[in-house]
């Protein structure tokens, strides 16, 4: 199946697909400036100008923002995606019906939009054009003074909002009914199948229910019973859970990943988009190349370091291959290394790009706002993850090397010299991504208080530790209002980007290069929300139903009965992570990284929660495999990627891929067990706690002796690892070595020391036998 996110497979642009790119660029304005950072002084100055007083420029009212960028992207969605013209030389049958779903599609939008801004409490738009929403409001008003007045408190100037009085009554299920039909089946032929299998499966299981309960009553087992409604069983009954579906923020259709698409990754998108384009790329693969010529694996060292770079910013696996393979892989072939091996490893470097801090694509964004947590301390998290996957890549490429007998090459060519505009290219990459770091690590408390701010006219008092700002300067207002935001930090690199395109030769020549690549971004950010509202059909179908709590709560039971304390039960916990990595991989076959994520997530996340993992750690741990999914066959687009420049077996390459990365299937695992290795304290609190409680035998703090010696024992560890699958290591391992390497591995980390310290003398003397018979290496 085609990436619908990769832009470089679009047809030849006809009226659709040039109204598409319209409609993205004003897409791309609308939301940049809507998730535009607060500029000291720039609202007066709009005011002023204007003569509107309290004209909003940005964080514009989700009531209206939302539906409006709805209707937008779905029209974007008819004119990129249009039915019709795939089927338009395909039979009149099949145009027609092509027709229908765009028709179908344009209509739901409008209606789902429309009848959201009629049945939320804050609009009532029928209730405001009637005006009975002004008197409700009055009157409320009205009372609240008197009591006030008669009881001596404050006059109150406002009320809560009153609930419509005007509403779509029972239509509202035949809305959201054929809303979420015509979504699902609009994403079969943009996203795929496999996609929309998961939301269709569960949707049938909500309708089955429904039907049971209102057929037969709530007295059956507890998975067969909706939470839709109880006694007496009414369609009625189930209406404000229907319209929780339409207008909840946490939930609904253009709730919660309306939310975060617009007021969080919006600015990522961008950047990754403009990336994509920019000339900086081609410049990043010399210096990759420049600074592994000394390594023996040459080309494929350059090309884990230029798709690890590469990959954090552009957060796509397929992408990524796209871009640095063509060039890394056939500088690979021609040092020797394998077609199979050579697509593999740049398949793996590609896909590691997703945990690549410091900007991790979408999906990382969506699970900080599914655990809370800032996306700062996902950062940080992501860390030795990141350096421990990274690291094993290039430990596999020494053994292949090795075993091919390829040497270092050295020597600078020609195709490696960086010129004058790599240099300035060059400053198109790092420049964005060293500002998104600086102002997401950069607390906002901080600012103002340093010896040097205060030489730029900075007032501040101090109270003991405790510093207060009296006066800041203007541009010093403007980082502290940035500072710690990671929407705030994308908006300004994707900003600061757009200004450095102009220092390529060919965006001068060429502005509307510039324009191109911010109007693909929109129609991107249009394609991704349709893929997300197939998530949230399966987000609120959960809630519906409680399956995934039923689920989390019955495995609990099951596994306390054999094991007795579950959280300290490590055998069911290494079992019931098994099962979510193999649902995570299955789930994620063929899918982007978000959706095989929030599917894995939304189903198995309460189970490890209830088997004493803390939340954050569980979705860290789903997130991982989520991102494996790429890589791993029957259906590795990132392999099938590469193959397609290698022209080699995809599932040779497939297989090869996961032999390279195969840390991403294993250090998922080792977090889980050894939580710290997050570095952060939510991947420590006890999930079971009512009050927040770190898990046993953790007191939040960061000890660098042991993370220390936990490191180490997890890169020898890997070494051990990396070896047998490459069944090479300073010359060829029999089988029994390879047995004993992978027992030696897996004792080395347990967290016995009587279990783990003979194990590490036990590697040093098998390692010590192995180099006695190895041949000498140049």
């Avoid at 999906?363 to 947590?373: N, P």
């Avoid at 500002?435 to 109270?463: Q, R």
Wanted: proline share 6%; with cysteine.
């Amino acid at each position: 199946m085609a990436d619908p996110t990769d832009e470089t497979a679009a047809p030849p642009r006809d009226l659709g697909m040039r109204l598409a790119l319209i409609l993205g660029f004003l897409l791309v304005c609308l939301g940049m400036l809507n998730s535009m950072p607060a500029i000291p002084g720039l609202q007066q100055l709009v005011n002023a100008v204007t003569g509107v007083e309290g004209l909003p420029i940005r964080r514009f009212s989700y009531e209206y923002l939302f539906p409006l960028a709805f209707i937008v992207m779905m029209i974007i969605v008819v004119s990129r995606h249009s039915q019709w013209r795939h089927y338009r030389d395909r039979g009149a049958r099949l145009r027609a019906f092509g027709l229908f779903m765009d028709a179908a599609l344009l209509v739901m939008a409008f209606t789902v939009a429309l009848s959201y801004l009629i049945e939320i409490d804050s609009v009532c738009l029928i209730d405001q054009v009637t005006g009975e929403r002004a008197r409700l409001i009055a009157r409320a008003l009205e009372r609240e003074v008197e009591f006030a007045t008669m009881m001596g408190l404050p006059v109150p100037t406002s009320v809560e909002d009153p609930e419509c009085v005007q509403n779509l009554g029972v239509w509202i299920f035949l809305v959201v009914g054929l809303g979420v039909s015509t979504f699902l089946a609009y994403n079969v032929r943009v996203w795929g199948l496999p996609l929309v299998a998961v939301a269709i499966a569960i949707t049938a299981y909500t309708m089955i229910t429904i039907a049971v309960w209102y057929f037969s009553g709530p007295d059956h087992n507890r998975y067969l019973v909706t939470l839709l409604g109880g006694e007496p069983r009414t369609l009625w009954d189930g209406r404000p859970n229907v319209k929780d579906v339409l207008v909840n923020n946490a939930q609904g259709l253009l709730g919660q990943f309306m939310n975060i698409l617009l007021n969080t990754v919006f600015p990522y998108i961008v950047l990754g988009n403009l990336f994509g384009v920019s000339a900086g790329g081609q410049a990043l693969i010399k210096l990759a190349f420049l600074a592994t010529r000394r390594l023996r694996g040459g080309p494929a060292h350059a090309a884990i370091v230029s798709s690890a770079l590469f990959g954090t910013i552009s957060g796509g696996p397929v992408v990524n291959v796209l871009s640095t393979g063509v060039l890394t892989i056939p500088m690979m072939l021609r040092r020797g290394f394998s077609k199979v091996f050579a697509g593999g490893v740049e398949a793996a470097a590609s896909s590691g790009g997703q945990i690549m801090p410091p900007v991790m694509g979408v999906a990382a964004f969506v699970l900080a706002t599914m655990t809370a947590v800032p996306y700062s301390q996902v950062i940080i998290a992501a860390v030795i993850p990141a350096v421990a996957y990274f690291g094993a890549l290039f430990i596999s490429v020494v053994f292949q090397a090795r075993k091919q007998g390829i040497q270092a090459q050295g020597e600078v060519t020609d195709d490696m010299r960086l010129t004058r505009r790599d240099y300035a290219n060059l400053v198109m990459i790092f420049a964005p991504v060293g500002l998104i770091l600086f102002l997401l690590i950069t607390p906002k408390d901080a600012i103002g208080c340093g010896p040097i701010t205060a030489l730029f006219g900075t007032v501040a008092s101090w109270s003991g530790n405790n510093c207060r700002i009296e006066h800041l300067p203007w541009f010093f207002e403007l980082v502290r209002n940035s500072a710690g935001d990671a929407g705030s930090a994308g908006w300004w690199a994707a900003a600061l980007l757009m200004v450095l395109f102009f220092i390529d030769p060919e965006i001068r020549r060429q502005p509307r290069k510039l324009v191109t690549a911010l109007s693909e971004a929109g129609v991107l950010v249009a394609t991704l929300y349709l893929m997300f509202l197939a998530v949230s059909v399966i987000d609120f179908c959960l809630n519906l139903t409680g399956l995934s709590s039923y689920i989390a709560r019955d495995a609990t039971y099951l596994l306390a009965d054999f094991g007795g304390s579950i959280g300290h039960n490590r055998v069911f916990l290494f079992a019931a992570l098994l099962v979510t990595m193999l649902l995570a991989i299955l789930l994620g076959m063929g899918m982007p990284t978000v959706p095989a994520y929030l599917n894995v997530a939304l189903l198995m996340g309460p189970l490890l929660a209830g088997l004493g993992i803390a939340k954050f750690t569980a979705h860290m741990f789903i997130f991982y495999f989520a991102v494996a999914s790429a890589i791993t066959p029957p259906v590795a687009i990132a392999a099938f990627a590469a193959a397609s420049i290698t022209k080699a077996d995809p599932m040779m390459t497939g297989i090869s891929a996961v032999r390279s990365g195969i840390v991403m299937f294993v250090i998922p695992f080792v977090f889980a067990f050894y939580p710290e290795l997050l570095l952060i304290q939510p991947a420590l609190i006890d999930p079971n706690s009512a009050t927040g409680a770190l898990l046993p035998g953790y007191d939040g703090g960061i000890h660098g002796p042991t993370l220390a010696w936990l490191c180490a024992r997890i890169a020898l560890a890997l070494y051990l690892l990396g070896s047998v699958l490459a069944q090479f290591d300073r010359r060829a391992l029999s089988l029994p070595e390879m047995a004993l390497r992978l027992v030696l591995a897996v004792l080395i980390v347990t967290s016995w020391p009587m279990v783990a310290l003979p194990a590490i003398g036990a590697t040093a003397l098998l390692l010590w036998w192995h180099g006695r018979g190895a041949p000498a290496l140049a």
